[in-house]
C-alpha cells in the first residue's frame, strides 16, 4: 500500500469531500517549493490530475483554487483521482468524480511509478563510511569510549555540533543510544550503548 504523509492525507481527505473534488485550496500553512514538493509527490503517484480549462483566471496565492496557468494562459486546477479516492477509502460517486482523462495518462505510468515491496518498507539508515560522522560512531564504539573533547579534536566540529550529532543524527536519524558516564581524569565520556 502506497504510504502517505499526514500532509497529503490532509490534502485527500479535503478534496473528496468537496463537491467539485478539487484539491485547491491547500491547507493554510503549505505554500510555494512546499505546496509545488507536496503536489508533484501526488501528482506523479496519479493522486490528483491536473485539468486544463477554458477559463483565462490567472492563478492567485489568496484565492488558492488555481494551480497554475499553462502556456495559452488557461487556468489548471487539480483534482482527486478515483486511484487518489481509493487508497483514502472513498468510493467515487460515479465516474466523474475526477476529470475526465485524469485517470488516463497515471495508468500509463503507474508500472514505473508505482511503489515496489522494498519502497514500501522504510529503509534503514546507515553512515557513510569515511565520514565525520562514521568516525564519530567508531570513536563512542571504541572500548574507553570517547570525550566530547576527543571528537572536537578528530572531527573539526565544534562541541555544540557534538553534542547536536548525537541527539539528531545518531538517536533520531540512526536510532543508536548514547550514554555517558563521569571518569576520572577525563572527564564525562560518551559511549555507544552495545
Known amino acids: 500500500m502506497t504510504k502517505l504523509s499526514d500532509t497529503q492525507l490532509v490534502i485527500l481527505s479535503a478534496a473528496a469531500q468537496r463537491e467539485d473534488r478539487n484539491v485547491l485550496p491547500l491547507p493554510g ?5 512546499a505546496a509545488a514538493k507536496v ?8 493522486l490528483i490530475a491536473e485539468t486544463a480549462t477554458d477559463n483565462q483566471t490567472k492563478a492567485d496565492a489568496a484565492l488558492n483554487r488555481i494551480w497554475r496557468n499553462d502556456e ?6 487539480l483534482h482527486i483521482t478515483d486511484a487518489g479516492l481509493a487508497l483514502i477509502g472513498v468510493e467515487p460517486e460515479s465516474g466523474d468524480s475526477a ?8 495508468s ?14 522504510p529503509k534503514a539508515r546507515t553512515p557513510r563510511t569515511g565520514t565525520k560522522q562514521a568516525k564519530l560512531i567508531e570513536m ?19 562541541p555544540h555540533t557534538v553534542r547536536g550529532a548525537f541527539a539528531g543524527a545518531l538517536k533520531k536519524k540512526l536510532g543508536l543510544e548514547v550514554t555517558s558516564e563521569k571518569v576520572e581524569g577525563r572527564g564525562r565520556v560518551y559511549k555507544l550503548s552495545k
Do not use: C, F, M, Y
Open 39 to 46: 503536489v508533484g509527490a501526488l501528482l506523479k503517484r496519479g
Open 29 to 33: 500553512s503549505l505554500r510555494g517549493g
Open 140 to 158: 563512542l564504539r571504541a572500548d574507553g569510549g570517547a570525550t566530547i573533547d576527543e571528537i572536537v579534536a578528530e572531527t573539526g566540529w565544534q
Open 108 to 121: 500509463a505510468e503507474a508500472p514505473q511509478d508505482a511503489p515496489t515491496e522494498a519502497d514500501a518498507a
Open 72 to 77: 495559452d494562459g488557461n487556468a489548471i486546477l
Open 99 to 106: 476529470p475526465t482523462g485524469a485517470n488516463e495518462a497515471p
